[in-house]
């Protein structure tokens, strides 16, 4: 780039050490890089994720209370989420004290654990909490990639999002969602065309 003369101590010229040399040593500058993902860029880019991660585990929630025919009361919802909120906020306040991968990893346990332990009394049995467990964890570990990728968060994101999208579809698909149509009729084996 160009400066103008004036801008700066420095003459245009001059023939020995002295002050031209201390003017331009006095001038000198560096650049300092930044960490592009330093620990509040990625808790920001956390919380932009947020939604989608407290919607998740309330799906999962869900799909348990479909599929064990066992009734979840709004509020053991509202206790589950405010477990995933207070994630968020785990998360920075840790992060400002150690590493933000050991942040990340202390407050997804804890959540997981707690909503985990919630729901094994939420549903009244073990096999809840074996189900809602690992797809919390599992959730965790996604987003942690997401974040940590730079150049491809976005794609993942995206992915990730079709592919659980598309797997709630599959496991419900046979789901009688009012619960009062008839059975439909099996087809024999071969006569689907017909």
Known sequence: WRASHLSHGIPLWWRDGGEADEALHASFFGVDLLETLDRYALNERATKHAALFIVLPFLAMFMLETFLKRRVHPVQYLLAGMANLVFYLLLLSLSEHVSFNLAYLA??????????????????????ALALGPVMGCSYLFLFVTLRSED?????????????????????????????????????DGEEGR
């Open 152 to 188: 491809w968060a976005l794609l993942i994101g995206s992915v990730g999002t079709f592919v659980v999208l598309g797997l709630v579809m599959f496991f419900t698909r046979r789901v009688d969602w009012y619960g009062d149509a008839p059975a439909l009729p099996e087809v024999p």
């Open 107 to 128: 407050a997804a346990a804890a959540t997981t654990l707690m909503v985990t332990l919630h729901s094994r009394s939420a549903f009244g049995s073990p096999r809840g």
